[in-house]
């Protein structure tokens, strides 16, 4: 269960709105949150330390609408909703709603208002490289993930040694898996992993053939997903004790949404 921090209707004078006046003269926008925080350790301290402070948070809404102009309130609320996630230690989870009680519409209202739901997520990757310096392929791929804006790697499993799934006849592999925490949809994730593997070579000519470079979304969250280009959880993932190997060594008790099984319990029905 999370706890919740909320700030109601906090007044903003700032310069966002489509038409050119709105931008130059301003208008007054109102501002609601409510903090998904785990306010356990400081309700039992009393220490402020252990939480949010709600001051700093206002200044810190009252200052990033000030300093940027979006033309729309969708705009505004992404990346508020962004950079109080990336800098504000605690904060799990924010549900923003910004107002605009003078919209230009030409007709009587109360409000116009956007509202949205951002939080961290939790990843889980799989790497595998079976071309050329393989250590060398996944050390890169840690590195350029943990430079993925909006991302931090948490942990990162041992390398493994490991023979060829399906395509038998190439190079052994070397695997590994880590836990990503990311604030990028799992498709905007996807898209990241690939723009690393192209980085690295990765050429998809033979399916299940060699590769520099393979990065595929394990977890996201207890998500259950399937869309035309991605598969969440991944499809094969319990039937590989190349996947699951490195992932117990990081996430053993981590339990599939679908089987119901832990990835302990899928890498013994494996070995």
Known sequence: MTDKIKIKNLEVYANHGVFPEENKLGQKFLVSAVLSVNTRKAGKTDDLALSV?????????????????????????EGLARELLLHTACLEGVRLEIKKPWAPVGLPLETVSVEITRRWHTAYIALGSNIGERKAYLDGAVRALELLADTDVVSVSSFYETAPYGMTEQDDFLNACLKLRTLLEPEELLEALNKIEQAAGRERKIHWGPRTLDLDIIFYDDLVSETENLCIPHVEMHKRKFVLEPLCEIAPYKRHPVYGKTVREMLEDVI
């Open 53 to 77: 402070d709600y001051g700093n948070i206002c200044q810190f809404i009252d200052d990033y609408m000030k300093k940027h102009t979006c033309k729309l309130l969708e705009c505004a609320a």
